[in-house]
């Protein structure tokens, strides 16, 4: 192949879904999905709660099994069978709407966790790491801190960096202002905006429109168990082709919302 193929060449999506499947009993959660997530985007997710957003992640990060299709990593698999799940969380960041922070540990415990037990990082290595993190979100000085004496925001913060403690190549984010006080999803969205500016490759589940507007490569409105209309953030939330995603921006403009 010559340099000139070479450079035209596509680069390969950080992460396909191909006809994703997923059902709980008779109830079909996620039908036939499918998607490609750039390298260094931030896509979005939205839709009503219980449309299948937070689903989509589980699966992806194999915390939910899916029942057809493939997701497929930087040109791998890392799903069905065989597939190490260890290995893939790694490699895919999750960070819970409820923070999901080990209470009898430190912050820096908590940070540290990971990088020792999954990749056998020294203990004098997972702290320089840790620390270097807390710090870059504003947290230095509380290391010795227990979960319970920080805010809602700060504990964000914090699931957020356990997260990038393992260097991920994808680091997805369901709902991580839902479970915050209207003061402190500021604190939480600037930090979201400083790895969108440094290239982090995010996938994010959220009812947060305007945030979405601002930062979003791609947007995708989920209803009917699928993805029922996606494009950029001026396409979907400026201008929705489909009846359903106009009538659900609608409810949240005259909720003052967006």
């Given at each position: 192949?010559?340099?000139?193929?070479?450079?035209?060449?596509?680069?390969?999506?950080?992460?396909?879904?191909?006809?994703?499947?997923?059902?709980?009993?008779?109830?079909?959660?996620?039908?036939?999905?499918?998607?490609?997530?750039?390298?260094?985007?931030?896509?979005?997710?939205?839709?009503?709660?219980?449309?299948?957003?937070?689903?989509?992640?589980?699966?992806?990060?194999?915390?939910?099994?899916?029942?057809?299709?493939?997701?497929?990593?930087?040109g791998d698999f890392i799903s069905g069978e065989g597939v190490d799940l260890n290995h893939v969380r790694t490699q895919v960041g999750f960070v819970f709407q409820s923070y999901n922070l080990?209470?009898?540990?430190?912050?820096?415990?908590?940070?540290?966790?990971?990088?020792?037990?999954?990749?056998k990082w020294s203990k004098a290595d997972a702290y320089e790491r840790a620390r270097e993190l807390l710090a870059r979100v504003?947290?230095?000085?509380?290391?010795?801190?227990?979960?319970?004496?920080?805010?809602?925001?700060?504990?964000?913060?914090?699931?957020?960096?356990?997260?990038?403690?393992?260097?991920?190549?994808?680091?997805?984010?369901?709902?991580?202002?839902?479970?915050?006080?209207?003061?402190?999803?500021?604190?939480?969205?600037?930090?979201?905006?400083?790895?969108?500016?440094?290239?982090?490759?995010?996938?994010?589940?959220?009812?947060?429109?305007?945030?979405?507007?601002?930062?979003?490569?791609?947007?995708?409105?989920?209803?009917?168990?699928?993805?029922?209309?996606?494009?950029?953030?001026?396409?979907?939330?400026?201008?929705?082709?489909?009846?359903?995603?106009?009538?659900?921006?609608?409810?949240?403009?005259?909720?003052?919302?967006?």
């Open positions: 192949m010559s340099n000139a193929m070479a450079m035209s060449a596509p680069s390969v999506p950080a992460i396909e879904l191909r006809d994703i499947t997923k059902q709980y009993g008779d109830v079909k959660i996620l039908d036939r999905v499918s998607l490609d997530v750039p390298e260094h985007s931030i896509t979005c997710l939205i839709g009503a709660s219980g449309c299948g957003k937070s689903t989509l992640l589980r699966c992806v990060t194999g915390l939910e099994t899916i029942d057809s299709g493939d997701i497929v990593l930087a080990f209470p009898n540990m430190t912050i820096l415990e908590n940070v540290m966790l990971a990088p020792m037990e999954v990749l504003g947290l230095s000085g509380r290391e010795d801190s227990y979960p319970h004496r920080l805010s809602g925001g700060q504990q964000q913060r914090v699931a957020i960096v356990r997260a990038l403690a393992m260097d991920p190549k994808v680091l997805l984010l369901d709902e991580i202002t839902s479970a915050l006080d209207p003061e402190l999803v500021g604190e939480v969205l600037t930090l979201v905006r400083e790895l969108a500016d440094a290239g982090m490759t995010m996938i994010l589940a959220t009812h947060e429109m305007a945030f979405a507007k601002e930062v979003a490569d791609q947007v995708c409105f989920l209803s009917e168990s699928t993805i029922y209309e996606s494009g950029t953030a001026a396409e979907v939330l400026g201008q929705p082709q489909r009846e359903r995603t106009q009538a659900f921006l609608k409810r949240i403009v005259d909720a003052g919302r967006m």
